[in-house]
């Protein structure tokens, strides 16, 4: 049947100019494999980065663009068991999900609620996962703590202002400007400030010069020193994102005589190294989130992947006010 992927042959700084819409005759599904219609998949920032080139893990040229999504089951091999035709499922990892279409491992297909938000779940494999463990994994955060994060108004920041939430844990929350602000009270910030030179006496004021332990990144640069200010001696910055493209800027005084530490963190890492439990228990509990509304994050707007050059360039923009999905038309 005839498809269209998001394909690209070379990297370079207008990720926008390189990915182009293609036609490609997809074979019948083989046993074991099934043909799938992508229902929805978004555009993060590690696609844009391996774009750029800039990203840890880079595959090889030419290539399909997109790491997750959600699809719908078209036709089966032989020799499937547990899937059947019409089912919603979870898209592989890195399997290429800008496209109208694919053909799968059906191994690697995970069932999802049918009659939940395509949508929402397709941003099920990245974002709410590091969020989650984000806030679990470096500092034994307990109710009524504070932990502070920039780009607050990203998809990672969105699902932990609501985790941590659930867990009774307070989040300062760092933007750029006013009308990310806005989104971010809206979705629950306890504190929302503006980033600047005087962001550590803007959180002491805020809090009441509460005790801050953890500190996440996704920004780099003096963003990440600024960060360091606000923290109490001893705590923790986790950086897993380079925003700005600049290096994490943290003076050794933090680092020698405030023993903060600095580190960092990687979906990928945390998935190779976990257990088959932990990773079921993960996910499960925020399919079950996300399938029942508790979890859910704004989103910008949807193109059609036949316009992946528009949607990669309002993606790369920074002023939004949500995600940018792939919708493929059927």
């Known amino acids: 049947m005839k498809a269209i992927q998001a394909r690209y042959s070379q990297r370079g700084p207008n990720p926008e100019a390189l990915i182009e819409p293609v036609e490609v005759d997809l074979p019948d599904p083989e046993p074991g494999e099934a043909l799938v219609e992508v229902l929805a998949s978004p555009i ?50 890195g399997c290429g999900t800008w496209a109208s279409h694919l053909v799968a ?14 949508q929402q779940l397709a941003m099920l494999t990245i974002n709410p996962p590091t969020a989650s463990l984000l806030l679990s994994e470096f500092v034994d955060l ?3 703590d ?68 953890l500190a996440i990144d996704a920004v780099g640069g003096t963003s990440t020193e600024r960060l360091a200010g606000c923290l109490t001696d001893g705590g923790t910055i986790v ?8 290096p994490c800027q943290v003076s050794p005084t933090h680092l020698i005589f ?6 960092g963190f990687w979906l990928a890492t945390w998935y190779a190294g976990a257990s088959t439990e932990q990773r079921t228990t993960l996910y499960a509990d925020l399919t079950r989130r996300i399938a029942t509304g508790q979890l859910r994050v704004p989103i910008a707007d949807t193109f059609d992947i036949r316009q992946i050059k528009q949607a990669v360039a309002a993606a790369a923009r920074g002023e939004r006010a949500g995600k940018v999905l792939i919708t493929p038309r059927h």
């Open 239 to 246: 950086n897993y994102g380079v925003m700005s493209g600049q």
């Open 44 to 93: 993060n920032p590690s696609d844009l980065l391996t774009l750029t080139g800039l990203y840890g893990i880079l595959p090889e040229l030419p290539a399909t663009a997109g790491n997750e999504g959600v699809g719908r089951i078209v036709a089966l091999g032989a020799d499937v068991q547990g899937l059947r035709e019409g089912q919603t499922v979870l898209l592989p990892l």
């Open 146 to 213: 504070w932990v502070i994060q920039n780009a607050a108004n990203s998809g990672v920041g969105g699902y932990l202002v609501k985790l941590a939430a659930e867990r009774g844990i307070r989040t300062i929350n760092v933007v750029r400007r006013e009308g990310a602000a806005e989104v971010v009270r809206s979705a629950g910030g306890d504190v929302v400030l503006i980033d600047g030179d005087d962001l550590p006496g803007q959180v002491r004021e805020a809090t009441d010069g509460a005790r801050i332990q």
């Open 105 to 118: 491992a059906a191994g690697d297909l995970v069932p999802l609620p049918d009659n939940a938000d395509a």
């Open 258 to 263: 405030r023993g903060l530490t600095l580190t």
């Open 142 to 144: 307990k109710p009524g």
